[in-house]
């Protein structure tokens, strides 16, 4: 780890964040990735810490990416200030900053697609079809750029983080996929740069979103039926203004569909709108 | 290099073949990889030869991918004699033969495509529509698992290396892929695995593919009208037995439809059908 005193070095290019990489690796250390989209808030800086705790370097990823926006999603408007960020991560003793620009994660004639099945199928994906294609191709790329021992993603994207395990497996990067529990304000709202999107009153609804999750949990760990479970959930969002796009138990492990609630590992996880901002969040049963 | 009198290590694991590459790489050692589907004839046997010409340490990875085969193709019927394949690589002095079961490189639940479009649209596509994702995805997987330098691909399958070369770069992979001029029997026929189907009367006629290329080559060069010198290509061939997919004349880099003949590189390709065998061919023009 640099001391906390030097701003990070910054990286532009593939080739060289594999040259540091493969520098530090001669020496023996053990390197954490924790890939962003930058507007870093104390989620990321959480993922960061745990980084730390299990690597000797660390690296940042901050690349908003565009392939895995659609063209009516919020790439543009996504918010974007790297010196504020790169000052955040200083402060953290991150070796690193991988910043690229566009044009060198997808140069000219750019033609090759990372597609994953399984657990990428439904969720987020009815939603967002060109999603998680978009996230595999750029985290392949992010994986084979810094060669990590290790990277640590939020539980807060569950879906995301089951299919980049997946992804890192099948290709056999040699790369260990850490999920992270979801860093939660006092009120429960999952911390998430969109919430920045949110006005006050919205603020102040979107809690609602967790607690609708844990009344759920606590019915289906109680016995109850999942279906009515998960209905009463939606009922509940509907009723407080949100627009659901699912209310979902799944496997926590495969997100397939849950065949029998009692012997598997679950997880319950929602999507919904509050005017124009889309949330998500998850949490085990 | 081994010395040559003994058998080059066998190595099944993904993971064990990115210890032995790390290992060699650490002793700062250049690793070249020769992909192979076995049943290595002499044409493999040059390419052995010159990656052991660049580099310190020679993989040959053996491994038919069940992926790059449509059901109706010969991948039951490929031939296969690894015994035989290693004792002609160990004559040549290769360190490791990567060699591992179908289960190791497709675990159970593997959910992950690598796919390519540019190079790999159209030609071989056309004829089976599955072969470049098969290939993409395994040779991804080859080269995260060997980790090499440089891998060597014979030009024989031009399209296939275009695709690779494409593949490799979009995802940042640090390989130099290089092609390696195709190596052809005295009477022109190019060296494939497959002219082991062709029966006695087959083989007399399959170098007329590549004569056909040659005067279609010729012709161009000529100045002659390139869609003539095609057609007249393709009535040859036909008069000859062969059932013609196509012969095209490409942009030699990308594969694109030539825009000038007169201002760019240029590959004439072909693929046609001798009774129950599918000959490729191709030539600079």
């Known amino acids: ?11 532009r290019t593939v080739a060289g964040m594999q040259a540091r990489t493969a520098a530090w690796r001669g020496a023996g250390a053990q390197v954490a990735l924790v ?8 989620g990321h800086l959480q993922l960061v810490r745990a980084a730390a705790a299990v690597a000797d370097r660390v690296i940042v990823s901050i690349f908003v990416n565009p392939a895995q926006f659609a063209p009516t999603e919020d790439f543009a ?44 199928l439904g969720l987020e994906s009815d939603a967002r079809p060109h999603f998680f294609g978009g996230v595999a191709t750029v985290v392949a790329k ?21 299919v980049i395990r997946r ?15 979801t860093i939660r304000s006092a009120d429960g709202l999952a911390l998430s740069s969109r919430n920045a999107y949110l006005s006050p009153g919205e603020r102040t609804t979107a809690p609602r979103l967790h607690a609708a999750l844990q009344s759920a949990a606590d019915a289906i760990r109680a016995g109850g039926d999942v279906a009515a479970a998960l209905a009463a ?18 496997n926590a492990e495969t997100l397939a569909v849950v ?5 598997e590992p679950l997880r319950l996880l929602v999507a919904a709108r ?5 949330l998500i969040d998850n949490i085990p049963v």
Request: with cysteine; hydrophobic share 50%; proline share 8%.
């Open 274 to 278: 509050l005017g124009r901002t889309r």
């Open 167 to 181: 992804m890192a497996a099948d290709l056999g990067l040699p790369v260990a996929v850490v999920g992270h529990p």
């Open 77 to 120: 408007a996504y918010p974007r200030d790297e010196a504020a960020d790169v000052a955040r991560l200083a402060a953290l003793g991150v070796d690193a900053v991988f910043a690229p620009a566009v044009a060198e994660i997808y140069p000219d004639g750019f033609a090759t697609r990372v597609a994953v099945d399984g657990p990428a």
């Open 1 to 11: 780890m640099n001391d906390g005193n030097d701003l990070p070095e910054r990286i």
């Open 35 to 42: 890939p962003t989209m930058g507007a870093l808030h104390d």
């Open 233 to 250: 959930a939606t009922s509940e969002l509907e009723a407080s203004g949100f627009a659901v796009d699912y209310v979902a138990l799944r």
């Open 259 to 263: 065949a029998d609630p009692r012997n």
């Open 142 to 162: 992010l994986f084979i750029a810094c060669a990590p021992d290790v990277a640590i993603f939020g539980e807060k994207d569950y879906q995301q983080l089951l």
